[in-house]
Structure formats: structure tokens, C-alpha cells
């Protein structure tokens, strides 16, 4: 079993910026790609960010030049970075992983941004 724990949400005017972290419990978070997602209130759940067990990123055409995911194998953890934050950027932001063929969700970690 693997669990996802993501954490550094928070409430940041527009133009801030804001370092979520996901880390794994589990041995094989390491050969596995990561990914993060957001939810917005009445909107269905989407893809932000994308990484693979090599490194390679793609990110969601909104959030392009602005977000940067990476991840720590020595730490089991994923990071998302989010410079010049929008109030369209509110939401609810999970992490997701596929290990042998499961899927893992975290619990999520609300993202607000003020205008």
C-alpha cells in the first residue's frame, strides 16, 4: 500500500507564489512517475503537471511558465512550485501516482488565491 500525503496549501494574494510537496510512504515511489491535479468548486478534476520516473515534465497549457513540478527520490516526495499565482488557480490540488499498476491519490491541499 501507498499513501500520498500532500501538504502546503494555503491562502496567497495574486501574483504570490506557493511550494506544494507530496510525499509517499512505500519503497517503489521512485520508479514511478507523479503527477499533480486541481479541482475547482463545480468543475471537474484536472491534469496541472506531469512527471516521469526519468524527469521529464508537461504541464497544462494554463499553468505553463509558471509551475514547475519536480521530484526527490531520497525524500519519496514530489513538489509542485507556483509563481505568479491567479485567482483562476484556486482550487483543490492533489497528487497522484501509479505503482505496479495501482493508482494512489493523496487527500488533497486547498489552494486559494485573492485578487
Known amino acids: 500500500q501507498v499513501q500520498l500525503v500532500e501538504s502546503g496549501g494555503g491562502l496567497v494574494q495574486a501574483g504570490g507564489s506557493l511550494r506544494l510537496a507530496c510525499v509517499a510512504s512505500?519503497?517503489?515511489?521512485?520508479?514511478?512517475?507523479a503527477s499533480w491535479y486541481r479541482q475547482a468548486p463545480g468543475k471537474q478534476r484536472e491534469l496541472v503537471a506531469t512527471?516521469?520516473?526519468?524527469?521529464?515534465?508537461v504541464y497544462a497549457e494554463p499553468v505553463k511558465g509558471r509551475f514547475t513540478i519536480s521530484k526527490d527520490n531520497g525524500k519519496n516526495t514530489v513538489y509542485l512550485q507556483m509563481n505568479s499565482l491567479k485567482p483562476e488557480d484556486t482550487a483543490v490540488y492533489y497528487c497522484?501516482?501509479?505503482?505496479?499498476?495501482?493508482?494512489?491519490w493523496g487527500q488533497g491541499t486547498q489552494v486559494t488565491v485573492s485578487s
Open positions: 512505500g519503497s517503489d515511489f521512485w520508479l514511478s512517475g
Open positions: 497522484r501516482t501509479v505503482i505496479r499498476f495501482a493508482t494512489y
Open positions: 512527471i516521469s520516473s526519468i524527469g521529464s515534465a
